[in-house]
DNA sequence: GTCTATACCGTGATAGAC
DNA sequence: GTCTATCACGGTATAGAC
């Protein structure tokens, strides 16, 4: 009873630093948050970060951690149920689009706050090359390279490079769109918001289909 | 005279600040560089920072407003001499396509280094809310707006959000682009590189025109 | 007008009391 | 497992010398 106890007490201050540095990292990126930043948010002292992550780049990696399974697994379940066409490839794509981008949004808009900070973080993550081998390889490579596996099967005679262009088209749409950078909100004067990935889904899908095709139609 | 070269020594120093930050600031980012990395780096005491540009905000802001010109102008007159020609959507997406992206990818490939990390740190920005207003829609909303009611005259019976999403799609598959993140070095075993956008080129323009038809299609 | 020296505060991390 | 005190260092900004 005493270790279960302490066993959750201890769980709970790291899951109180996991959501209050998620929630800060997403505004301000890793370098623009402090470990007081954290502990102060929280109302706890800054030592337990180091307690508890020994670092505040260990903490940064935990944070990244704790959601990639289940996002990982959301999308592989959905992929693993596709049916490869060769005789109805805008079926196919539609298919891989699907598995591969509306995981990432229905987390976003309605896994609640934490979901929507973290995909906002892999947003940031994605386009700075230092966190290129640390983390984004070392943690989505396995599940990407199934995509671009499943795409290379989809288009029998499309060039290798197009198909990895595919993907990184893909993947391009599908984190901006998460985002959540108020940019479409100020250019719709309003109209639109970035947070409302309900409203981007089908164009969001007819757009990657649609580019998909054109992009491996030709060898 | 004196006057000349007083300011002809000043203006080399703001222009070695303000490269050298620019390097910087790809590689980490605003807050994961600091003014004494500048300065150390330039070989200057880091005084100077705030001599010449008063803040590191605002030698950031100066490094952003240093380039905007150049490629707002060649963005524009790539688009001003696109004819719309509603029976051919298909070319006419293709050169509104070829007027945003290309003056940025060729930009980002033989500019020189001073482009490309320009490039690099505007991809950044645009993914991070933070910025949206002080800098992206300041420096920005105008030229993209030219774009978007250019697609908004090529579709007349497509709704307005899908327009606006049009925008976005090609904005972040632009963005992506240039933002050198090595991502597809490691995806490909290092068959493709993320700057060698000569490479990218086709594959983007396939992707993006076709996406567009087929997002823009159905009003 | 330009650069030097320095002030002063915030940073990540740790040692040791409780 | 938590808290206090403290470290060495790096952060931005400024006052004043040249």
Request: charged share 60%; aromatic share 0%; hydrophobic share 20%.
């Given at each position: 009873m005493n270790v279960k106890n302490s066993y959750k007490k201890s769980d709970s201050v790291r899951t109180l630093l996991l959501d209050t540095a998620e929630t800060l990292f997403a505004e301000r990126g890793f370098f623009g948050v402090s470990i007081r930043d954290i502990t102060e948010e929280a109302d706890l002292r800054n030592a337990s970060i180091n307690y508890h992550f020994k670092s505040k780049e260990n903490l940064f990696l935990a944070v990244i951690d704790r959601r990639i399974a289940p996002l990982s697994e959301a999308r592989l379940s959905k992929l693993s149920k596709l049916e490869i066409d060769l005789l109805q490839p805008d079926r196919t794509v539609r298919g891989i689009v699907e598995a591969f981008a509306l995981p990432m949004l229905d987390f976003a808009e309605n896994g609640g706050t934490g979901w929507k900070n973290y995909c906002i973080i892999v947003a940031h993550l994605a386009v700075q090359k230092i966190w290129n081998d640390n983390i984004v390889s070392a943690k989505y490579d396995d599940h990407s390279r199934q995509f671009i596996e499943t795409l290379r099967q989809t288009f029998p005679s499309t060039s290798d490079h197009r198909i990895h262009y595919c993907f990184q088209f893909l993947l391009s749409a599908t984190l901006y769109a998460v985002c959540d950078n108020k940019r479409i909100d100020t250019l719709s004067n309003g109209a639109?918001?970035?947070?409302?990935l309900t409203r981007l889904r089908d164009p969001f899908i007819d757009f990657t289909v649609g580019g998909i095709l054109s992009a491996a139609g030709q060898p």
């Open positions: 639109l918001r970035s947070d409302d």
